[in-house]
């Protein structure tokens, strides 16, 4: 029986993705390379410093480490720079109203995102009352396809892994689920989002019971 639902943030909640590409590209720019949108689609779910390696990878940079930090921590001031501009306006199709579903029953709702700017985020759109517990960046040590964050995120909640239901994005986080022992509710494309359980374009209509009956 499912007792919790654990909510990937970007490209479930809200779509920062385009604010995360943006800051990265900034980024390459100045090294002297350039990354396309269709590149950033593989930095979808994993760690801030997951997602540098793969960029200076790509353009054949080698950097120490403390210029790496550097780098890092000035993406991400770009990026917040970006997100304090959002507001309620961004939360993605579907999602205020079938949070309302959500608490019509006993489930409980927990984040499981590997951004450390989560709960900016949620303060900045106004959900963040909406979660009973939290797990983001600042909890975890392993990006997605680990499953620490929904392990976390189970143990928070007080529920077993096979009483928790993952909402993801990512081909990472669904691993991740899987990972965790948790079925998976993809919201994208069906032909990507291979191994999610059921999969919906984003969660506008859709009901809590026909979810529960599908997985």
């Known amino acids: 029986m499912i007792k919790g639902f654990l909510f990937d943030l970007d490209g479930v909640i809200v ?59 000035k993406k991400n001031e770009w990026y917040l720079e970006l997100v304090s501009q959002m507001t309620e306006k961004d939360i993605l199709e579907g999602i205020p109203e079938f949070f309302e579903q959500i608490k019509q029953t006993d489930i409980k709702i927990g984040l499981g995102s590997v951004s450390k700017n989560a709960k900016m985020i949620l303060e900045r759109v106004g959900l963040i009352d909406q979660f009973d517990i939290i797990i983001d960046g600042t909890k975890i040590t392993k990006g997605k396809p680990d ?12 529920f077993r892994t096979n009483e928790c239901l993952v909402f993801e994005d990512a081909v990472a986080g669904i691993q991740a689920a899987k990972n ?15 191994q999610a359980d059921v999969v919906y374009p984003n969660l506008e209509g859709v009901k809590i019971e026909e979810i529960l009956n599908t997985i």
């Open 15 to 73: 779509e920062t993705a385009i604010f995360h590409y943006q800051a990265w590209r900034r980024m390459a720019n100045e090294l002297g390379f350039d990354i396309s949108e269709e590149f950033n689609e593989k930095l979808k779910g994993i760690s801030r410093t997951e997602s540098l390696e793969i960029i200076l990878m790509h353009g054949g940079v080698e950097l120490s480490e403390e210029k790496k930090v550097e780098l890092a921590t």
């Open 147 to 158: 499953p620490e964050v929904f392990l976390k995120g189970a143990e928070e909640l007080r």
């Open 180 to 194: 965790a022992g948790m079925k998976a509710v993809g919201i994208g494309k069906p032909e990507i989002l291979t």
